[in-house]
T-cell receptor, first 112, second 114 residues
C-alpha cells in the first residue's frame, strides 16, 4: 500500500523555467514532509522540508507547498538549472520521525 | 564530519546464498534505517534501529534482518536470496535531537542476484 505517491515518473523543463513536482499522500497522521534529490550512483540528499503546521517553506530557488485538506504537496524550482536534473523523492513521516514513507520518484530533466 | 558509509558498494550473489551489508552512520547519529530501492517502487522501508534495538519494521519477509552495534554501526542480512532481491540497498542515519526528521543517506550497496 503506497501511502506516498508521485504520479509523474518524469518531467522535462527548459532551463530558466519553473519545475513543479507533485506528491500525494493518504495518511492523515503524517506530520512532516521532505523532498530528497538523487543523482545516479549516489544516495538521496535532503533538499527541503515542511511541517504540517505550515503551508509553504522556501529555501532559495526551492519552495515546497503543502495542502493538507487535499493531502498534496508540491516542490517548485525557479529558475530551473541543468544541474537540477535528478530524481526527486518526496517523503512523509509522523511526529515521531521514526519511519519514513517515500514516493516512487520523479525524474526531472532540465534542458539547456 | 564524515558522511554515511556503506560497504560493499557492489555485490553479486546467486540465488539461495545469503548476504550481509554494512552501514556506518554519521558520528553521533544513533538512528539507522535501511531501505530497498527498486525501479518503479521507490524507497521501501526495511527497518530502523536505535541504540541497538529495532524500533520499526517495514513489510518485508523474515529473510531480511538487521542489527545494530554499540557504536551505532548497523548490518543488514538477507538469507536465501531470490532474484527479486536485486536492488539498491540504502542506509540512512539520523540525529535524535534537533533536526530529527532529516535523514542522511549513504551511497548504497547495489546487490545483484543471479
Amino acid at each position: 500500500d503506497q501511502q506516498v505517491k508521485q504520479n509523474s515518473p518524469s518531467l522535462s523543463v527548459q532551463e530558466g523555467r519553473i519545475s513543479i513536482l507533485n506528491c500525494d499522500y493518504t495518511n492523515s497522521m503524517f506530520d512532516y514532509f521532505l523532498w530528497y534529490k538523487k543523482y545516479p550512483a549516489e544516495g538521496p540528499t535532503f533538499l527541503i522540508s515542511i511541517s504540517s503546521i505550515k503551508d509553504k517553506n522556501e529555501d532559495g530557488r526551492f519552495t515546497v507547498f503543502l495542502n493538507k485538506s487535499a493531502k498534496h504537496l508540491s516542490l517548485h524550482i525557479v529558475p530551473s538549472q541543468p544541474g537540477d536534473s535528478a530524481v526527486y523523492f518526496c517523503a512523509a513521516t509522523s511526529n515521531t520521525g521514526n519511519q519514513f514513507y517515500f514516493g516512487t520518484g520523479t525524474s526531472l530533466t532540465v534542458i539547456p | 564530519k564524515a558522511g554515511v558509509t556503506q560497504t560493499p558498494r557492489y555485490l553479486i550473489k546467486t540465488r539461495g546464498q545469503q548476504v550481509t551489508l554494512s552501514c556506518s552512520p554519521i558520528s553521533g547519529h544513533r538512528s539507522v534505517s535501511w531501505y530497498q530501492q527498486t525501479p518503479g517502487q521507490g524507497l521501501q522501508f526495511l527497518f530502523e534501529y536505535f541504540s541497538e534495538t529495532q524500533r520499526n519494521k517495514g513489510n518485508f519477509p523474515g529473510r531480511f534482518s538487521g542489527r545494530q552495534f554499540s557504536n551505532s554501526r548497523s548490518e543488514m542480512n538477507v538469507s536465501t536470496l531470490e532474484l527479486g532481491d536485486s536492488a539498491l540497498y540504502l542506509c540512512a542515519s539520523k540525529a535524535t535531537a534537533g533536526s530529527s526528521y532529516e535523514q542522511y543517506f549513504g551511497p548504497g550497496t547495489r546487490l545483484t542476484v543471479t
